[in-house]
């Protein structure tokens, strides 16, 4: 189930922060800006345990009203379920379609996945990460349809 951020969700945003981005992962403060100042586009998957109850945020995507993805994580026990491109795909519908995203050049796996769901390279950004380019990445309106 996607849902609108809480914060009651910051500890377990920020572990799949440390998770996902070890080099850099953003803080408490950053996670709570963007709720404050984009309280709608600041989503996160929740996965329940039918037989328990309990639910756990599996992923969060934060995203500006225009369609730039600011940042997407999936913990690393639930990748490979689809839960980042329905993330993705919740954005997309927002925005009827159109989105864009910075990646490192090297990412293959965020590569990959993008250009799975209609992405295609718009610019390169030079030492965007310091030690490494970005490719810029979009979608616009009359891409492939999200899977």
Known sequence: ???KFTN??????LRI???A???????????L?????????FLVYVCDDTGTGLSEI???????P?????SIAVHPAYRRR?????????????????ASVEVRASNEVAKTFYKRLGFSLRTIIPRYYGDEDALVLVRTGTDMDAK
Request: glycine share 12%; aromatic share 16%; hydrophobic share 40%.
């Open 66 to 70: 225009q369609g730039h993805i600011v």
């Open 82 to 98: 689809g839960i980042g491109t329905e993330l993705v795909a919740g954005v997309l519908k927002i925005t009827e379609g159109i």
């Open 58 to 64: 599996a992923g969060y995507i934060i995203f500006y």
């Open 21 to 31: 981005f070890p080099k850099s992962p953003y803080n408490g403060f950053i996670f």
């Open 8 to 13: 009651s969700d910051l500890d377990a945003i």
């Open 1 to 3: 189930m996607i849902r």
């Open 17 to 19: 922060e440390q998770e």
């Open 33 to 41: 800006y963007y709720a404050e100042a984009y309280p709608d586009n």
